[in-house]
């Protein structure tokens, strides 16, 4: 990352120490440039801003459009509320929620490494055929696999059990092409060779060498999944019927469809979709390194 | 490549690459490619039942029969026009502003660059379904202080009527700031050297931006523009929070919520089977075709430049 930052920094301060000599046209003054970015960020910001403080409403002021105001603050009533609602089966889709997406993407950013630096590392024949497979696998559309999925699942009679959810979130080829390629840029031959020398045997070498010095790439693929998994919705909608399963979205789905008939279930929505949100927010915030490191692999060269 | 992968790979040692591909390839098998072959297998078959129902079903072999039905429904045409109409509306309107944005940061004027790109990725951290609630709940009458505010200024436009625009603003919010990180590390990674040169040249910053910079990134921008194909023929979410909330975009408005009906109100398994079959063969047909047009083309620009 650092390399990524300092031929930056360094062109901005050779465009400033330019800027005074080329003539801008007004549209390019810093007032515009930073004005434009704030408008932009306004935009995003705006609906996180109405979700933080409508959590707090209770249902007349939320159905009134007074969720902007900062009278009436009904946050505590409203956790209270999410927290007793149908015996308490919030906590339990949070719970289902954080073991689908934390063992589910642990283990898959685990599988994803072992097959990216099986791929990087060793010569085999046919391995350039069998990474194409996966390749060919990154194309397809996971929720145009949702329902063959569910067909399989029932012939099998997974249908409704926490493995109709939990397995398929094992298998995520791009990470397998994310893991090659972060294995080709932070696992240098020679120490493995090294290793090999020393008489470690190969999978030795992978775990207290290979493993060890390709984490980051392990994190990246770890909190990608962890989203992808948090925010599936579809996969969970098609495999489950028994309420008890279900991960938040799915849940927060489920009242979303009682609010038409049942105005109170309005605020519940909105304060559990602000505690389903949260987690994310906060490992992104934390994590800006390994996502930012992560676009980059995946997608630029 | 080749020198790379002699000089790291031992002689005689298959067992271990064999098994650290093992459990990926496994699970691989058992939940994409037997799951694909399941639904085209399924796809051949239709369900007759008999009579009132007392003699079961029976499971007849229909060749491509399912495919011409799905083809044949007008619905589930009409599914595929929303996708064509929504990509004409969204790809431009989403690429424009991640673009624009990722250009604006990469230019010498920006201040708090790290601030802005954490705001405008935020979004991306919310689940689809949430991010789709938010919106509807911003939409509706009533609830929407948005609304709220255009109504006491004598306007009234009807947000939920219109489920396009509706669920175009939601993906542009969705992923505009995700794609504008990818941009701007390209913009970022671009050799400090060619934008001197256009300096020393005379360019303007817009000139640089607009001749030098968007050229230089284009793979980003194709590699871009082929993901948000593919994941916009899979559209399901947002439409289907917008449909139980206002009724504006009908169940069977995207090809994926046509396959959903068709299996789980309809419980017509080989039509739903052979719906999801034709989506994942466009999009793969799709993605096929882009990527040997991009790669064609940076083959050519590296023979050029070399």
């Known amino acids: ?301 | 490549m080749s020198e790379h992968l002699t000089r790291r790979s031992p002689r005689g040692r298959i067992g271990a690459p064999a098994l650290l591909l093992a459990p990926f390839f496994l699970l691989f098998t058992a939940a994409m490619l037997v799951p694909i072959g399941y639904a085209v297998y399924l796809s051949l078959f239709t369900e007759h039942r008999s009579g009132l129902g007392f003699g079961g079903s029976q499971t007849v072999f229909t060749g491509l029969g399912n495919y011409s039905r799905a083809l044949g429904d007008a619905a589930y045409r009409a599914g595929f026009v929303t996708i064509g109409e929504y990509c004409l509306l969204y790809i431009p309107v989403m690429l424009g502003l991640s673009l624009l944005v990722a250009l604006l940061l990469d230019s010498a004027l920006a201040r708090a660059r790290r601030f802005f790109q954490l705001a405008l990725f935020l979004p991306h951290a919310v689940p689809g379904i949430i991010a789709a609630l938010v919106w509807t709940y911003l939409y509706s009458p009533g609830i929407s202080p948005v609304l709220g505010a255009l109504n006491s200024g004598g306007l009234h436009p009807d947000l939920l009527g219109h489920p396009l625009p509706a669920v175009v603003n939601m993906a542009v919010w969705e992923w505009t700031g995700y794609n504008m990180v990818i941009f701007y590390a390209a913009l970022q990674a671009i050799p400090r050297e060619v934008l001197e040169a256009a300096v020393v040249d005379g360019a303007s910053p817009l000139r640089t931006a607009l001749d030098i910079k968007l050229p230089l990134i284009r793979a980003s921008i194709t590699m871009v523009g082929l993901f948000t194909v593919i994941g916009s023929l899979q559209l399901f979410t947002e439409p289907m929070i917008l449909h139980g909330n206002a009724s504006a975009a009908v169940s069977t408005w995207t090809p994926n919520m046509y396959a959903y009906t068709a299996a789980f109100d309809r419980n017509d398994y080989g039509l739903a089977a052979a719906s999801s079959v034709l989506l994942a063969l466009v999009a793969a047909a799709l993605s096929f075709i882009v990527t040997r047009a991009t790669r064609g083309r940076s083959e050519r620009r590296t023979e050029a430049t070399a």
């Open chain 1, 1 to 301: 990352m650092t390399a990524l930052a300092t031929p930056g920094q360094r062109r901005r301060a050779a465009a400033r120490a330019n800027g005074g000599a080329t003539r801008r046209p007004w549209t390019l003054s810093a007032a515009a440039v930073n004005g434009s970015l704030l408008l932009v960020t306004a935009y995003t910001l705006l609906p996180l801003v109405w979700l933080v403080t409508a959590a707090a409403k209770n249902t007349p002021d939320l159905l009134g459009g007074n969720a902007l105001g900062l009278s009436n603050f009904h946050l505590g009533q409203n956790l209270h509320d999410l927290a007793t609602a149908d015996g308490g089966i919030y906590f339990r889709w949070y719970l289902n929620s954080l073991l689908y997406a934390g063992i589910g993407a642990a283990l898959c950013a685990f599988l994803c490494v072992c097959a990216g630096y099986a791929f990087e590392v060793y010569a085999f024949r046919g391995k350039e055929k069998l990474f194409g497979l996966v390749l060919l696998g990154v194309l397809v559309p996971t929720t145009a696999l949702a329902l063959p999925m569910y067909l399989v699942a029932s012939e099998v009679g997974l249908v409704n059990t926490f493995w109709a959810v939990f397995l398929p979130s094992l298998v995520n080829p791009f990470g397998v092409y994310l893991a090659r390629v972060f294995c080709a840029g932070y696992v240098p031959g020679e120490v493995l060779e090294a290793a090999r020398m020393d008489g470690a045997g190969e999978l030795r070498t992978f775990w207290s060498i290979g493993l060890r010095m390709v984490t980051p790439g392990f994190v990246t693929i770890f909190l990608f999944q962890f989203t992808a998994i948090w925010n599936n919705f579809f996969l969970p909608l098609v495999m489950l019927s028994d309420s008890k399963l279900y991960p938040v979205s799915l849940g927060l789905y489920a009242w979303n469809t009682q609010t038409r008939s049942e105005p109170t279930f309005y605020p519940m929505v909105v304060t559990g979709s602000l505690l389903a949100v949260l987690p994310l927010v906060v490992a992104f915030v934390a994590l800006q390194r390994h996502w930012k490191a992560g676009l980059t692999a995946g997608s630029v060269k």
